[in-house]
C-alpha cells in the first residue's frame, strides 16, 4: 500500500478559455478537479506514493479521469468504475476579481453512490496517512458512512488522520448540518487543516488561537490554519500540557486563481510531515504551494515537483507583515 490514501470525487472540468460570464463562453479547455485528488497529485509530484480511492462512471470522462490518474502515477487500483451513474463534471469561467464562477453537474454521479464496502479489499496496514476532506462526505449519506469506516481503519493500522473542512454549503441539506457533521469528523482526525473564515464558521471563534484551541480539546493533536493572504499558523498540545506554535508569512506572487490553494496547501503541510520537517518549515512549504497554485489557472496543474519547489523557495520572496 501507498503511504498516503485519500478517498474523494474526480470531475472533469471544462475551463473557459475567454473572460466572461460562463453562458457567453464558447469554447472550454478540459482540466480534471477535485480537492482530494489534487492533494494527491501534490504529494506525488513531491514523490511520496498515494493511492486514490473513488468510482467513475462507465462513460469517456470516467476513461480520462483512469488515464489522468495513470500519467500522474497514482495509484488508481480502487477507482471503481459504475455502471448506473455518471462521472461528473464542472464548469469553471476566468475572472480578473474574486473567485471563478463554477457550475456543478455532479448530483447522484458514480463517486456518489459509493459504500463502505469499497474498503473491505483494501489494506490500510502499510499506509501512514489517511487523508480526507468534508466533500467526500457530503455528498451522500453512503459516502458519509464511508469516510468514518475509513478513519475507523485507519486509525486501527496506526496511521496519521489529516482533514481539511474544505465547506460546500451547496452539498449539504442545512448550514447547520454541514458544521455539526465536519466537527464530528474534525474530533476524529489528528490533524486539521481549516482556512481561517472555516474556522470561524465551525467554531464560531474569532481568533486562531480560540480556533486552534476548540479542536485541540476536543482530542486533535495538531491544528493548522491557512491564513489568506498573511499566511499560515499551527498549534498543538505535547504530551506534557504544553502548547506548540509556529507561523509563517505567505509568498508575494501574482494572483491568477485562488481554487486549488488550499489543496496545495495540504499537499505541502501532508508532506513536511512525512519528512519530520520543523514546523516552521512545514508551513512554509504549504505556503509555497498555495502560492505556486494561485499563479496557475487550472486547480492543479500548477502543483510543484521538488525541484520547482525549491526553485520557488530560492525565486520569490516572502511578504513582510
Known amino acids: 500500500m501507498s503511504e498516503i490514501i485519500t478517498i474523494g470525487e474526480p470531475m472533469v472540468m471544462f475551463l473557459a478559455d475567454t473572460k466572461e460570464h460562463l453562458s457567453s463562453v464558447e469554447h472550454f479547455t478540459r482540466l480534471i478537479a477535485g480537492a482530494e485528488l489534487n492533494v494527491a497529485m501534490g504529494l506525488r509530484r513531491l514523490g511520496h506514493t498515494v493511492t486514490y480511492i473513488s468510482q467513475v462512471g462507465e462513460d469517456p470522462f470516467g476513461q480520462y479521469v483512469k488515464k489522468y490518474l495513470e500519467n500522474e502515477n497514482i495509484d488508481a487500483t480502487f477507482v471503481k468504475v459504475y455502471k448506473e451513474a455518471p462521472t461528473g463534471f464542472q464548469f469553471k469561467n476566468r475572472t480578473d476579481e474574486g ?39 457530503a455528498l451522500s449519506e453512503t ?17 496519521l488522520v489529516t482533514f481539511d473542512p474544505n465547506p460546500r454549503p451547496v452539498l449539504w441539506e442545512s448550514k447547520e448540518k454541514m458544521i455539526q457533521v465536519t466537527n464530528e469528523l474534525a474530533f476524529k482526525s489528528d490533524i486539521v487543516l481549516p482556512g481561517f473564515s472555516e474556522g470561524k464558521l ?24 491557512k491564513m489568506g493572504t498573511t499566511g499560515s499558523y499551527s498549534r498543538e498540545k505535547l504530551e506534557n500540557g ?47 504551494i498555495g502560492g505556486i497554485q494561485v499563479m496557475h489557472l487550472s486547480d492543479n496543474e500548477g502543483l510543484p515537483t521538488v525541484d520547482e519547489l525549491d526553485s520557488f523557495l530560492k525565486n520569490y520572496k516572502r511578504k513582510v507583515s
Open 143 to 159: 459516502t458519509l458512512e464511508t469516510t468514518f469506516k475509513a478513519i475507523e481503519k485507519a486509525h486501527e493500522n496506526g496511521m
Open 202 to 225: 465551525f467554531t464560531g471563534k474569532d481568533s486562531k488561537e480560540e480556533i486552534a484551541d476548540f479542536y485541540l480539546d476536543r482530542g486533535v493533536k495538531k491544528v493548522v490554519i
Open 242 to 288: 504544553q502548547l506548540k506554535e509556529a507561523e509563517c508569512p505567505s509568498f508575494e506572487v501574482p494572483v491568477l486563481d485562488t481554487v486549488g490553494a488550499g489543496d496545495g496547501f495540504a499537499a505541502g503541510v501532508i508532506s513536511g510531515i512525512l519528512e519530520n520537517l520543523e514546523d516552521n518549515k512545514i508551513l512554509e512549504r504549504g505556503n509555497a
Open 99 to 137: 473567485d471563478p464562477e463554477v457550475l456543478y453537474f455532479r448530483k447522484g454521479a458514480a463517486a456518489s453512490r459509493i459504500t463502505k464496502d469499497i474498503l473491505n479489499e483494501i489494506s490500510f496496514s502499510d499506509g501512514k496517512v489517511l487523508h480526507i476532506t468534508g466533500i467526500f462526505p
